[in-house]
């Protein structure tokens, strides 16, 4: 009974469905470790669609009150009982190894050989795609096309927005991928995100302007803002994302946030949905401006991606920043942001004086690609390569390192997050790791006061096979010893 909705109410039916499983784990309907309905069967149940139901599951799950277990069905979390602690994460990973018990027998048939990381990527180097599995030959053979087809018209100065067939393009995506309704006129078209950052501030701010910041956070982002004069407040993110509250506290007439709610840049956390209405809220009464940095939020490995913030922007203060650079390659650099209407004059004004963005070719390839369906094809195939190459860091993690490190587990991203456990400095870890040749990070580097929390980030999209992944982890386990000496 307490599942019952209002098809003819305001509030989106996956909003409601959300509303009422909330409120019964509250009223204690619902208790830990209970089975609750299947996708298809609440949905039958309900008479609403699937993906009504698998959207409410999703956020329910980015909270931690829902685990999914794949066949046995989705249960009420561990953490309703219990604030989850550490060694909450820690029966995670192994219940993620368990489930794929069943493939390790055809696995182990395959026989690898050990390849080094694509050339200048070292090993668990962050926010670099898969790029051993991008499409080069199609994308050559795209880019011939259209330089064979060029005409005089595509000589000239470009249109400051970008390429409109693009536009086109990603309007579509938009709405479909990530929730969001939008126009081709909403989207300029920029050379990399911190181009977008520069349309931005130039339209709406003025050296000295305030706004939060992550803390941890973007590092790159960061220090661009404060070198262009941005005076920028670190706003604790905790597990349920950016803490609003405090910002209101400490900053409360900031005219900015930057914020990275699908997969928070570095912790890979959600941004749940009460703490995203908290942060829209503050938004409009403060006629101040969200900026979301929506950096790989197509990559999610428990049913679909989350839909965007900007999806939830009634009063239109979202400036939504998307980048082709984590879905395709970032020698691409080609980005876009979303603006309101009310601003299309005021960042079209700007873009025509500073005109940052792309190569007018690379739009046009960009284009084709996405409109000949090569772009939702690759993107498929990235979801299912990056779920897979994920497992295996995971497992060499739990059979080489579980008493040195203790992995955060999260339903997103394109990095592994653990905490050191063994007593040894994230920090030095990292630094004497590099000196090897990996590229993993310290959280310490991404945050701008010392966090010690001894937290390292180690990216996974570039490993091919599990060979590749045991032999990393355990060159780490040997390094960490030798540390210990």
């Known amino acids: 009974m307490f599942l019952q909705i209002d098809t003819a109410a305001n509030t989106p039916l996956y909003l409601q469905v959300y509303q009422r499983f909330h409120e019964g784990i509250n ?49 009420i979390a561990q953490s309703v009982k219990n604030i989850q602690d550490h060694q909450t994460n820690k029966y995670h990973v192994v219940d993620a190894v368990v489930s794929e018990k069943k493939d390790q027998k055809q696995e182990n048939k395959q026989q690898y050989n050990i390849t080094e990381y694509p050339q200048n990527i070292a090993p668990f180097k962050l926010g670099i795609p898969a790029l051993d ?104 993110v905790d597990s349920h994302g950016i803490v609003v509250k405090q910002g209101e506290k400490v900053a409360p007439k900031a005219r900015f946030a930057l914020v990275t709610p699908t997969h928070q840049s570095p912790t890979n956390v959600s941004l749940t949905l009460a703490r995203r209405i908290e942060l829209l809220d503050w938004a409009d009464s403060n006629q101040s401006w969200i900026i979301e940095d929506d950096y790989d939020g197509e990559f999610r490995y428990q049913g679909r991606p989350l839909p965007a913030l900007k999806s939830l922007d009634k009063h239109e203060r979202v400036i939504y920043c998307g980048t082709m650079s984590k879905a395709l390659f970032p020698a691409l650099r080609l980005s876009y942001i979303v603006v309101p209407n009310s601003q299309i004059a005021q960042f079209y004004s700007v873009a025509k004086i500073i005109s940052n963005q792309s190569s007018i070719w690379q739009q046009e390839i960009t284009h084709r690609f996405i409109h000949d369906g090569h772009f939702a094809r690759h993107l498929r195939k990235m979801r299912n390569l990056y779920r897979q190459r994920r497992q295996y860091l995971i497992d060499a993690i739990v059979h080489n390192l579980s008493e040195i490190f ?35 990070e310290s959280l310490d580097e991404w945050s701008m006061n010392s966090s010690n929390k001894q937290i390292l980030m180690l990216g996974f999209t570039n490993i091919k096979n599990e060979a590749i992944a045991d032999q990393y982890c355990k060159q780490l386990r040997e390094i960490s010893s030798k540390m210990l000496i």
């Not at 309905?37 to 909270?63: D, F, H, K, M, W």
Request: a positive charge; aromatic letters at 10%; charged letters at 15%.
């Open 406 to 440: 203790e992995i955060q587990m999260q339903s997103g991203g394109m990095h592994i997050v653990v905490k050191i456990i063994n007593g040894q400095s994230s920090k030095q870890f990292a630094a004497v790791a590099n000196q090897n040749g990996f590229g993993l």
């Open 133 to 236: 599995v991008f499409p080069v030959k199609l994308w050559s053979r795209l880019s011939a096309s259209i330089l064979r087809e060029a005409s005089t018209t595509q000589l000239s100065y470009p249109d400051p927005q970008g390429l409109f067939s693009l536009r086109e393009d990603l309007a579509r995506y938009l709405v479909m991928s990530r929730g969001i309704n939008c126009t081709p006129d909403q989207i300029f078209i920029s050379a990399g995100y911190c181009a977008s950052l520069t349309l931005i501030m130039q339209s709406l701010f003025k050296i000295g302007d305030i706004g939060w910041f992550e803390e941890p956070g973007y590092h790159i982002a960061r220090s661009y803002l404060q070198h262009i004069g941005m005076k920028l407040t670190p706003i604790e």
């Open 27 to 75: 009223n204690g309907q619902l208790q830990a470790f209970q089975r609750i309905p299947s996708i298809r069967a609440l949905a039958s149940e309900l008479n609403v669609a699937r993906g009504t139901i698998e959207l409410a599951y999703q956020l329910l799950i980015s909270e931690g009150l829902l685990v999914a277990k794949g066949a046995k069905g989705t249960f």
